[in-house]
């Protein structure tokens, strides 16, 4: 599932970049060669293809580890549960607002 939305990003970025270039003025093209253009295109889509997989997969296992720590401590004192969801529902709030 998350290679696919990486694939997702990957192809709506590309679109976004190839509606911005084909939209250049001719001036452009005039100044830069077409092999610099594909390179830059190249070179863009594998840096994102590879890190928006990894801030991905990154992003999973930490919420994953927060979970989890939340399920032990929770086991250790009822009372910190209560206390994390009000902080929580505050923190969220304000960051609404």
């Given amino acids: 599932m998350l290679s696919l939305t990486a694939q997702g990003v990957s ?3 590309h679109k976004d970049m190839l509606n911005h270039v084909l939209r250049s003025p001719v001036s452009f093209f005039d ?13 863009d889509i594998e840096v994102m293809d590879a890190r928006s997989y990894l ?3 990154q992003s999973v296992q930490n919420a ?3 979970l989890a720590k939340v399920v032990v401590i929770g086991m250790q004192s009822p009372i910190v549960v209560g206390m994390t969801a009000v902080v ?3 923190a ?4 609404v607002s």
Avoid: C, D, E
């Avoid at 100044?31 to 070179?43: C, D, K, Q």
């Avoid at 969220?92 to 960051?95: L, T």
């Fill in 11 to 13: 192809r709506t970025l």
């Fill in 31 to 43: 100044g830069s060669p077409r092999g610099r253009i594909l390179n830059r295109f190249s070179a």
């Fill in 55 to 57: 801030s991905g997969k």
């Fill in 64 to 66: 994953l580890i927060v």
């Fill in 88 to 90: 929580t529902a505050l």
């Fill in 92 to 95: 969220a709030f304000a960051m």
